[in-house]
DNA sequence: TCATTGATCAACTGATTGGTTGATTAAGAG
DNA sequence: CTCTTAATCAACCAATCAGTTGATCAATGA
């Protein structure tokens, strides 16, 4: 009876995504499959948890978007997605260019000097006071 | 007594900067901060939750380096900070162009063919079965 | 058929998170 | 000093998550 669905409709797969990308081990695992497909138990190696919880990251990595995983005899090899990186970085690239570029704004209407300002007060930014 | 430090050293930074990007409330304000600088109740308005509630995300987005705030009377307006962003785009970027680059090799290999390979077992890589 | 290997399902526990309400600090304005 | 505004702190609750153990499924090989 709480959170209306009002956020937005692909915002679960960003969630997903980055909620999947969260956790040190499943970083950890997009890393060693950037270098080629791997399966469960190749993937567990590295750390000191059951498999049962390797699954449980690699389902959280697939439910995400980010590998998909096929079939070969009873090894389910995992793939990484690097289309659903992409996506990623374009989410996060959108936002810091906005950013970026109002900081260049400001650069140049302050004539390109620098000083040590630490303090600045919304200076190129008109502060509304609407109440 | 469990989970030794052994992943990362930085990868608390990068755990809590996804974390902080894996809420759509928090990515809500981020879209609105690269705009511009926002107080916590501007930065409230758009949704149903209390002051308290958006006072703990931005704590989460702060706390991830993602944002930084000064002091203006009572205000105190958060300010986005790009070059994190861009230090999370780096680290996806960075398996991302590992991979691509990886499906290109094998692109090559196939003489520019693509078949409907659905089924590859680690084409161009090597498979170790040691047991 | 039976044993083995790879992987998952199911149930449970402990820790963390997202949200709330209520009280409190900090800075001005009267 | 008192009041208002901006924001935080503290305690608490419901829900979710990471990890475990134990049982089960699926595919293969003897």
Known sequence: MEHDAQVSDT??????????????????????LSRGDATVNELAEPFAITKQAVSKHIQVLEHAGLVTRSRDAQRRPVHLD??????????????????????????????????????ENTPAHKKEESK
Chains 1, 2 share one sequence.
């Open 82 to 119: 690097a289309a659903a990186l992409e996506r990623l970085t374009a989410w996060i690239d959108q936002y810091r260019l906005i950013a970026e570029s109002r900081f260049r704004q400001l650069d140049e209407l302050l004539g390109a000097r620098i000083p040590n300002q630490q303090k």
């Open 11 to 32: 915002a679960d797969t960003l969630d997903r995504a980055f909620m999947a990308l969260a956790d040190p081990v499943r970083r950890a695992m997009v890393a060693r």
